[in-house]
T-cell receptor, first 115, second 114 residues
Framework: AQSVTQLDSQVPVFEEAPVELRCNYS??????LFWYVQYPNQGLQLLLK??????LVKGINGFEAEFNKSQTSFHLRKPSVHISDTAEYFC?????????????FGKGTLLTVNP | EAQVTQNPRYLITVTGKKLTVTCSQN?????MSWYRQDPGLGLRQIYY???????DKGDVPEGYKVSRKEKRNFPLILESPSPNQTSLYFC?????????????FGPGTRLTVL
């Protein structure tokens, strides 16, 4: 069975610093990978997704992620964060084919951007 | 505005009192799903629906029911709520099932069962 592991439950950073949120996946077959963001008291919003093609994926709000098959990772990065990026971030995977079309989520990483 | 709405947003109830959380989308999406979010566990799928009258269990279906009589609505029913169902619930929809189709999430329903 596939699974997604987010390696950090909390990441505190200062404003304008770079940030990397780490995500590893385990699957014996190819997967589709996603990053979602949840701002306080809101639902989840898609940041970016990798389905195929270029391994560097650019998303909204200046975020990007790199799919690394050899390391089974899909880390999320931003070169300079803002206070408004404070949120919980979820990595998720989706099996190709399959019968339940289910997103499998990691446990989340709380990003706190301090002034 | 394209959106997924949930009602109520907040609910406090007592053990055993049947309740329904409604979910509605205005995007003509075929696929809809319910998740629950618990601290340290991320989101887990409860039930999903590929289309009208087509529903199936997710990872944690025990204690929940769903129905899909209309394309736009996908209510979540707790016939006899228990304290372990205290959680934050999200409804999501996408044009169809499949990774290509982005899932759009509602704002969430925070349920407390006393």
């Amino acid at each position: 069975a596939q699974s997604v592991t987010q390696l950090d439950s909390q990441v505190p950073v200062f404003e304008e610093a770079p940030v990397e949120l780490r995500c590893n996946y385990s699957s014996s077959v190819s997967v589709y990978l996603f990053w979602y963001v949840q701002y306080p008291n809101q639902g989840l919003q898609l940041l970016l997704k990798y389905l195929s093609g270029s391994t560097l994926v650019k998303g909204i709000n200046g975020f990007e992620a790199e799919f690394n098959k050899s390391q089974t990772s899909f880390h999320l990065r931003k070169p300079s964060v803002h206070i408004s990026d404070t949120a919980e971030y979820f990595c998720a995977s989706y099996p190709p084919g399959g019968s339940n079309y289910k997103l499998t989520f990691g446990k989340g990483t709380l990003l706190t951007v301090n002034p | 505005e394209a959106q997924v709405t949930q009602n109520p947003r907040y609910l406090i109830t007592v053990t055993g009192k049947k309740l329904t959380v409604t979910c509605s989308q205005n995007m003509n999406h075929e696929y809809m799903s319910w998740y629950r979010q618990d601290p340290g566990l991320g989101l887990r799928q409860i039930y999903y629906s590929m289309n009208v009258e087509v529903t199936d269990k997710g990872d944690v279906p025990e204690g929940y029911k769903v129905s899909r009589k209309e394309k736009r609505n996908f209510p979540l029913i707790l016939e006899s709520p228990s304290p372990n169902q205290t959680s934050l619930y999200f409804c999501a929809s996408s044009l169809r099932g499949g990774a290509v189709f982005t899932q759009y999430f509602g704002p969430g329903t925070r349920l407390t069962v006393l």
